[in-house]
């Protein structure tokens, strides 16, 4: 609720109001309330008049109390202020005093510190001056050299020293010359020290220059000094090559020298001036220049003796052993690639190349990084042959098949694998890519004769008539032996390296026996011819190729068809031949109601050869448990009372061939 002015009147009086906006509204107010204001005024006026009276009234005895305390205490006022006065005036005159004490004493200290200058500046000039008389007695590089720096110091501390008029040129002109002295003396004993490596008078000259100041600038000088001179050196051995086995050996010695003579001045020293060689190396040296190699050689050789600092200078021969690698690689590649493998020099084209490239191995021996890069050359360079070899080879069916005369392309085969045959046999390290050309073009004969023996071997079955006599299909076989050893008489290394004789051995006889074995009927007539046939092929195989490494026996293989197996059970040899085998000839030997293997699946009598020629004896023994296992159903399902004779001799060869390959 809002206030009237008269209500507020007593607020303002009291200052619980602002006095503006109070005011404010007197001003605005009317001429009632102004009397009504007036009126109030006089009521709290007359308010406070009777509220004092009665205060005075209650509190008068008290005042005079008070009035009497207040009067002794002014009293004591009085008194404290006049001492308080008195000690002032005492403290301004002490204080007075004492500046005018302070100032003279500064007079005195400053007059002191110019007496204390000029002594100083006294005992420094007469110390000058003795210093300068024994700078001209002394002789020794070092202690003049001290001397002269203590003098600079005293009068780098003392720059008045040059005001003394009687002091003034010895400290400049006299000082500057025996400096100049000294450093040229002290420069002179460190050159001629670093000739004779004279550590104790290079350690002599160091020290002075040391003391005057000016060692890093002699240092560089003489750094700088050396590399000009190896500069130049390095240029004259560049524009004179021919000259190089005389000169070359001269700057070496030079450069080992100057690599002594820097390690004497120190670490860091000897640092900087390797860097500036190893600069001069790069810019100076030609990468084609004939003195390239001996450069490297002999200064590695120097390198090796500094380990130390050696490691720029061999970044810097880097450049200079990458040419030397780049030039060795093209001059093996330039005998590769000049080479007409046409020609019948095949054997010449080998000894060229195996005698460059052991040249070059042995021109580069002497390092064991350039040794390393070689090897990596050897390598590329026969893959450089070998790629060549394989865009000459010419295999395709013509060239595969094998005649009682070599056509020209075949004998250039049979060469070229002579020459990758020959080069891996020199480089067995660096040859993968020639083992990998031999071992491909060596594939692909192979395969073709492989081929060509099945389908001879395979004729067996139509050609079989019984009797003593050498069958069709055998003379032909055996004839195409004699050829096989024809033509491989002309890569005998190849075939040898390859084990190809032995291979084709055992794939032969391998071969003949799964299709003997299947022959049916296998009468007694057909049965010795068939051991005929073999006694024959064994004979062959031993004098035109090689035995046979997986069937080293020959009785075990004759005794197949010597008698029959059901008759002589004996003959079962599991260490010479695999179970299946048997089985097979047992099989062959029954009634028709067990058929061939073959047949059992419809295959074609080509199909399952070659599939017993791809697949482990287990394979083929479960295959053939099937098949008894078929013969078995089919005997239950005729409801026949017996099975053929051969079937528990089979049944027994089958576990034994399952327990030996799980083994």
Known sequence: MVKTVEEELE??????????????????????????????????????????????????????????????????????????????????????????????????????????????LTADAIRCEELMESLDKRHEIVKRSEIICEIKGIVADNPDLLKITWLR????????????????????????????????LVASAI????????????????????????????????????????????????????????????????????????RIIRARVPLDAPFSLRFVQQMSRVLNSRPECSAPLFESLRPLKNSILSHSLARLHQIVEQHDFATVQNSVFVDMLVSAIQEEMKRLEWDME??????????????????????????????LLLGDRLRSDQLKNYRLLEIANNLAVKFPAQAKSLLSFEQDSVSHIMEAIHKSISTIITTMHRDMKGGKAVSPYMQELIAYIGRIAFHFSHFPATIRHTSALSSISDYIIHLFIVNATLVRPLTDSVREQLHNDLEKLLEELDSHLAPSLKYPRKDPLLSLFSTRISQNPDLISADALPAWIYIHALIAESPDALVSPHVSVEWTLEQYVKWCCDNPDLEIISFLN?????????????????YVPNYPLIMELIKKGTDASMR
């Open 370 to 399: 350039l040794r390393a890069e070689m090897q990596r050359n050897t390598q590329k360079c026969l893959d450089m042959v070998a790629k060549r070899l394989e865009s000459e080879v010419k295999l395709d069916s013509e060239n």
């Open 169 to 200: 040129e010895t400290l400049t002109t006299r000082l500057k010359a025996v400096e100049n002295e000294v450093r040229r003396s002290a420069a002179d004993d460190m050159r001629r020290g670093l000739i004779s490596l004279n550590a104790s």
């Open 11 to 120: 607020d303002y009086i009291w200052g619980r109001c602002k006095e503006k906006d109070y005011l404010e509204r007197v001003v605005k107010c009317d001429e009632f309330t102004s009397n009504n204001i007036l009126r109030r005024v006089s009521q709290i006026d007359e308010s406070l008049n009777k509220q004092l009276r009665k205060g005075v009234e209650e509190n008068l005895s008290r005042l005079l109390e008070q009035t009497t305390a207040l009067e002794a205490l002014d009293s004591t006022q009085r008194s404290v202020h006049s001492e308080m006065n008195e000690v002032y005036e005492n403290c301004d005159r002490f204080a007075k005093t004492l500046d005018s004490l302070l100032n003279d004493y500064r007079q005195m200290v400053k007059q002191l510190e110019g007496y204390v200058a000029e002594r100083n």
């Open 207 to 278: 020290r002075a220059l040391t003391n005057l100041g000016v060692l890093e600038a002699e240092l560089e000088v003489q750094l700088s000094a050396s590399a000009t001179e190896i500069d130049a050196k390095i240029v004259e051995l560049s524009s004179n090559p021919e000259n190089s086995a005389r000169l070359l050996p001269q700057y070496i010695n030079h450069i080992h020298s100057q690599l002594e003579q820097c390690a004497l001045l120190g670490k860091p020293q000897l640092m900087k001036f390797v860097e500036k060689l190893a």
């Open 626 to 642: 099937g098949l008894m296992t078929s013969y078995n159903a089919s005997v239950i399902n005729r409801h026949e009372v017996e």
